[in-house]
């Protein structure tokens, strides 16, 4: 099983700051990362799959980079709406499993 | 627009089984493999397992032993049945679809909302 390890647990930011949250993979995935946002309550919400790609009707200032196994997700400005819990999933091989999370909150 | 509905009992008790059902409305089963994903409280998420359209069906090997997935297309539905409940099966319960038609390791684009349920006495 490939355990993902998302780092840092938890990020505090403002506003209108840039955001880079990061995903390892403890073996290679090629691109084969997806990114997710939540919010408290509601499911997950896909933003990129295969490591670049943005998902239907997600903003600009959601980007995805990496391949193997380090990938990066960068929200370029903090919207308010962006303060949420990350995830990042993988489809390399089975099962599939998910990181831990990334917690962006407002300082 | 595709949307899933998650139905079933909120609490089940130790050593029964929980059984899941995911309605699909606002478009066809064909093509997809349909899948259950959960989230213990607090936690993250864990992939289940899915079931092609057809049939065929692919499981976590964490939870094998204990799960089967089936469907139903002519009532646009699929389920979950989890036997041998301990309190480490409490947790938000997810039906997804996958991003992409034809793929079962695929992103998940399109859950529902979710149901919790609890494991205890």
């Known amino acids: 099983e490939i355990v993902l390890t998302q780092s840092p647990a938890t990020l505090s930011l403002s506003p209108g700051e840039r955001a880079t949250l990061s995903c390892r993979a403890s073996q290679s995935v090629s691109i084969y990362l997806a990114w997710y946002q939540q919010k408290p309550g509601q499911a997950p919400r896909l933003l990129i799959y295969?490591?670049?790609n943005r998902a239907t009707g997600i903003p600009t200032r959601f980007s995805g980079s990496g391949s193997g196994t380090d990938f990066t997700l960068t929200i370029s400005s903090l919207e308010p709406e962006d303060f949420a819990v990350y995830y990042c999933?993988?489809?390399?091989?089975?099962?599939?499993?998910f990181g831990g999370g990334t917690k962006v909150e407002i300082k | 627009q595709v949307q899933l509905q998650e139905s079933g009992p909120g609490l089940v008790k130790p050593s029964e089984t929980l059984s899941l059902t995911c309605t699909v409305s606002?478009?066809?089963?064909?093509?997809?493999?349909w899948t259950w994903i959960r989230q213990p409280p607090g936690k993250g998420l864990e992939w289940i397992g899915y079931i092609y359209y057809s049939g065929s069906t692919h499981y976590n090997p964490s939870l094998e032993s204990r799960v089967t997935i089936s469907v139903d297309t002519s009532n646009n539905q699929f389920s979950l049945n989890l036997r041998s409940l301990t309190a480490a099966d409490t947790a938000v319960y997810y039906c997804a679809r996958p991003y992409r038609e034809l793929l079962g390791n695929d992103a998940f684009d399109i859950w529902g909302q979710g149901t919790m349920v609890t494991v205890s006495s």
């Open positions: 606002g478009g066809s089963m064909n093509n997809y493999y």
């Open positions: 999933q993988h489809r390399g091989n089975w099962p599939l499993t």
């Open positions: 295969d490591a670049s």
